[in-house]
């Protein structure tokens, strides 16, 4: 087992409250493996994996619970010499902007060098003679030449892959790469993928990608966790996610997005409201004021990531890992393929009286621990509970 | 307040007919200037170079192609927001192309945007009831409570609380903004609606409650609109017709479903290849076209055929002279298809197209009135130059 992380709970600080960040993450990791973690902005991909790399940023974020195994090495109270020893060479990891993880008045050659150097003991010269080797095997031309260039000579594709080389070049166990693509043209994203699954698998390295973009994993991964507001709500391979989807918001998701390839009376159903104020202690399942398959029960008891068939025993790696997922009344196959419960006269349970849910849509401003929101993604994330605003005309009787 | 506009055609009665916009040879040039106090003009940044587009009433036009290849300049250049170089823009019959004053202000009233940013592109300081009603204001439609009353209006109808009006934009999450965006667009009871991106600032699960809205406000108010967006998957399934463009021309324009289903400019072959589907077992069977490098400057753009620096098919027939010598313009290859390449037989059918849609070549799609290559729909090759096995290999 290459990465072992247990019941991760992370937490943020702020003025406006504590943000529940990740709230008990628990995934396995092998060696060589390819693992998704998909999301919307706000639902912790991110926070996990810089939590994983001691990354977060500080004072506001902290570990509140929980266990990084990697190699048997608890991350989470190792002391801060062997993680600076551990980032790069075993785990690396790339960003979505390429321009601001590289420094903007540093020559290409001078980053490079120095991150060789930082944990191999070589000459500049060798160093160099490296990071030409790098460059080159990345795809750009003239490197020799090209190591003399500033970060804003390059363009963002070509960004991105002095970042992948970067990441490489002391052939770490794993890589985490977080939404590599997602600020780059879909041409040049095509470019960068088909680098990274070629380098990565020609090395055996592990790879956790971070995408909000079911596309990406689809073609890139060989499991796949989706996350929702800080837990993971399903775990599958990547043909049976994708082929058998079991949790409302992975439906729900997989209904949302138009396909390049469907037919033209394709109807998208939207996952109605917003997601959920992080700053509020998680009562019941954390999606289930969006969720059409909602019980009484879900509103007050979150569910586990359980097995979707019961019994047998679980694996959590692999081709052959089990299906799970975090929900009491998962839609069937067919509601899973018609995105909407089928079940004669079930209606999803109004929210019980007195709680938060159930005071309605009140919207407050966005504060609180944005330190990863994007301007690009939104900032959906940060909005409290303001669901279910009326969708269709004149159904509001407020007047 | 809906029937203050003027000439306004009974509802739906021209729809699919009717042209509402026609822009023809539109360019627009930047220009590069060096030296402070005389500024010296050293060359042009080409952001639109000779675009023609038409729309009709009540359809969608998608336009996509990547950053940098004009498509946000060609919109904003359609609403006067800037000066074309070259050109004519006609609206409802009017040349609009060197309004200026009251004249253009009446015309603007009919034709309105969506920005990409939600963020950026409602004022701070502004209730976004005020947002919503300074359209109005502008134009000066209606009385005080008048105007009021169809803010209301617009709230309910963008599906947001008509309470919410006094709020500021910092209070509503990225969706919600995105509604008000589109409740101040509505405001004048456009014509067109020119969206920029309207939903790639948005995350996944709420896109879709956008895209939903702008076709159910399409149906109900027969709006057009040009909907730009560099995510063809957006676009193919919110548009009827997609432009495709790059490098400030038009390379392919198509008939939505059918720009899928049998792809002809190379450029767009490789485009679709690009796109991931969410589904595993489609993804297998694609292959991608990895194009090389980059999108060329704009200010300095390859002679001939903007694309034929990245182009796929070009290598393959052993790089013809035609290609940077000649600048290929857009000619009908069916009903409603037009492509602009030198050699688009040889792309219908390739090796390529078939494996960057993953299936074969839908043959209603493809012969839709050709004439000119009907063998059966047997082979997924056509007999050509040796192919090597595929340039993404």
């Excluded at chain 2, 946000?72 to 170089?85: C, N, V």
């Excluded at chain 2, 050699?343 to 004439?371: C, K, L, M």
Aim: aromatic share 4%; proline share 9%.
């Amino acid at each position: 087992m290459l990465l072992s992380v247990r019941d991760l709970t992370v937490r943020f600080r702020t003025h406006d409250g504590t943000v529940h960040a990740v709230n008990g993450v628990s995934f396995d990791l092998e060696e060589g493996e390819t693992l998704g973690l998909v999301g919307e902005s706000g639902s912790g991909k991110s926070v996990t994996n810089l939590a994983v790399m001691r990354l977060l940023p500080q004072p506001a974020g902290h570990i509140e619970r929980g266990t990084v195994l990697f190699e048997e090495l608890d991350l989470t109270n190792a002391p801060e010499a062997s993680m600076r020893d551990l980032r790069g060479r075993e785990i690396a990891m790339i960003f979505q902007d390429p321009m601001t993880s590289l420094n903007p008045v540093l020559t290409i050659e001078e980053q490079m060098v120095e991150t060789i150097q930082a944990h191999r003991r070589v000459t500049a010269a060798d160093a160099r003679v490296r990071a030409i080797q790098l460059l080159g095997m990345v795809g750009i031309a003239e490197p020799a030449s090209r190591l003399r260039n500033y970060p804003h000579q390059f363009s963002g594709g070509m960004r991105q892959r002095v970042m992948i080389a970067i990441a490489l070049a002391l052939e770490p166990k794993l890589l985490i790469a977080d939404e590599p693509t997602t600020a780059l043209d879909v041409t040049i994203q095509a470019q960068v993928l088909e680098l990274l699954q070629r380098l990565t698998a020609e090395r055996g390295t592990a790879v956790i990608l971070i995408t909000h973009d079911l596309g990406v994993v689809a073609g890139m991964t060989g499991r796949i966790n989706v996350m929702y507001a800080g837990y993971i709500v399903e775990a599958a391979t990547t043909p049976e996610l994708f082929a058998k989807p079991r949790h409302p918001y992975t439906v729900g998701l997989l209904h949302s997005i138009p396909r390049l390839d469907a037919g033209s009376d394709e109807a998208l159903i939207p996952i109605e409201g917003v997601p959920p104020d992080l700053r509020l202690a998680p009562v019941g399942c954390p999606f289930a004021p969006r969720c059409a398959w909602r019980t009484v029960q879900c509103w007050t008891e979150n569910p586990a990531l359980n097995p979707v068939e019961p019994g047998g025993s679980v694996r959590t790696t692999g081709p052959e890992a089990t299906h799970r997922i975090a929900c009491w009344n998962p839609p069937t196959a067919d509601e899973a393929t018609a995105g909407a419960p089928l079940r004669p006269g079930f209606e999803p349970a109004p929210p019980p009286a007195g709680s938060p849910q159930a005071t309605g849509p009140y919207v407050l401003p966005v504060a609180p621990g944005n330190a990863e929101v994007r301007s690009e993604e939104g900032a959906e994330s940060a909005m409290p509970g303001s669901h279910g605003f009326p969708e269709s005309p004149g159904s509001g009787s407020g007047r | 307040m809906s029937e203050t506009r003027p000439g306004d055609a009974a509802p739906g009665a021209a729809v699919g007919g009717e042209r509402l916009l026609e822009v023809s040879g539109l360019k627009v040039h930047f220009p590069i200037t060096r030296g402070i106090v005389i500024e010296r003009h050293v060359g042009d940044v080409r952001a639109v170079d000779g675009v023609s587009l038409a729309l009709r009433r009540g359809e969608t036009l998608g336009l996509v192609g990547e950053s940098g290849c004009g498509k946000s300049t060609f919109g904003r250049a359609i609403l006067r927001l800037y000066r074309p170089t070259a050109g004519r823009i006609v609206f409802e019959g009017q040349d609009i192309t060197t309004l200026e004053g009251a004249a253009l202000r009446a015309v603007r009233r009919r034709m309105q945007m969506i920005f990409q940013d939600p963020y950026a592109s409602l004022n701070p300081r502004m209730t976004v009831g005020g947002i919503v009603g300074e359209p109005l204001d502008i134009h000066s439609i209606g009385t005080r409570s008048e105007r009021r009353q169809r803010v209301q209006e617009l709230f309910e109808i963008v599906g947001l609380d008509p309470a919410y009006a006094v709020r500021y934009p910092h209070e509503f999450s990225g969706g919600q903004r995105q509604r008000v965006g589109v409740a101040r667009a509505l405001a004048v009871n456009p014509d067109l609606i020119v969206a920029d991106e309207p939903v790639s600032a948005l995350d996944v699960s709420i896109q879709a409650q956008i895209v939903n809205l702008l076709e159910r406000l399409q149906a109900q108010f027969q709006l057009t609109y040009l909907f730009i967006a560099h995510d063809l998957s957006v676009v193919r399934h919110i548009s009827d017709r997609i432009a495709v463009m790059y490098l400030g021309r038009i390379v392919e324009l198509a008939p939505s479903r059918e720009l899928y289903d049998a792809p002809r400019h190379p450029y767009t072959v490789a485009l679709i290849s690009a796109v991931p589907i969410p589904d595993p077992a489609v993804e297998s069977k694609r292959r991608r076209i990895i194009l090389t490098g980059d999108v060329p400057n704009p200010a300095a753009p390859p002679p001939g055929c903007h694309f034929h620096t990245r182009c796929w098919l070009r290598e393959r027939l052993g790089n013809p002279a035609e290609c940077v010598e000649v600048e290929p313009q857009l000619r009908v290859v069916s009903r409603g298809h037009e492509v602009a390449c030198h050699f688009v037989e040889q792309v219908d059918r390739s090796v390529e197209q078939i494996r960057a849609i993953g299936h074969a070549v839908n043959p209603a799609a493809g012969s839709a009135g050709t004439g000119a290559s009907q063998d059966p729909p047997v082979p997924p090759q056509r007999p050509m130059a040796p192919a090597p096995p595929s340039p993404s290999a």
